[in-house]
């Protein structure tokens, strides 16, 4: 009995695959691949975002002083920074994220996704890290955080976990692995 319980719990259930104009590279992104693959235009988009409360602040109170003095203005300088980098930063991650689920055009993604995971290969490394959870709770976490991303304003939850369930085949990697590989092999002779 405790057998049967055992192999229900280590059960791999795929992701559902989503609909998107471009190919999916991983449905469950850490995030470090987030903000790593992130793009200058991401990052920029995100500088906006994060002084626009600010902009706002000084804009409102050009038209029309609160008269709250030093400390008050100090506070409120406190809070829209921090609204606005927030802000900002969930901004960066979301329209990586939604290059990685290929909600969004991501050639360049794709390659830099490519060359990282065949060095990884080609190293002898584990594609997406270290595993220090069981099988179980790697599929647990993948649960909870696969496809995060789309709901992200609402519920920002992010993949801080390594695990091997990212909703794509592997097989490209070693594939690409052993042609370049072979491809040295062969220019080295």
Do not use: C
Not at 133 to 145: I, K
């Amino acid at each position: 009995m405790a057998q049967s319980v055992q192999e229900t719990r280590q059960q791999y259930i795929p992701p559902k695959a989503l609909d998107s104009p471009y190919p999916l590279i991983d449905s469950d992104p850490h995030i470090r691949r987030v903000y790593g693959y992130a793009r200058p235009v991401d990052w920029a988009g995100g500088a906006g975002i994060a002084v626009l409360p600010m902009g706002m602040m000084y804009w409102f109170e050009w038209f029309d002083p609160a008269k709250i003095g030093r400390a008050g203005w100090a506070k409120m300088t406190r809070l829209n920074t921090a609204v606005g980098v927030v802000g900002g930063l969930l901004y960066v991650a979301q329209q990586s994220t939604y290059r990685f689920y290929g909600f969004k055009e991501n050639k360049r993604e794709q390659e830099m996704d490519m060359r990282e995971m065949v060095a990884k290969v080609k190293k002898g490394e584990p594609l997406y890290g270290k595993l220090s959870l069981t099988p179980h709770m790697q599929g647990v976490a993948a649960r909870n955080s696969r496809y995060s991303g789309t709901f992200l304003y609402t519920l920002p939850w992010f993949n801080f976990v390594n695990h091997e369930q990212h909703g794509i085949d592997t097989a490209k990697y070693y594939q690409q692995a052993e042609r370049e590989l072979e491809a040295e092999r062969t220019g080295n002779s």
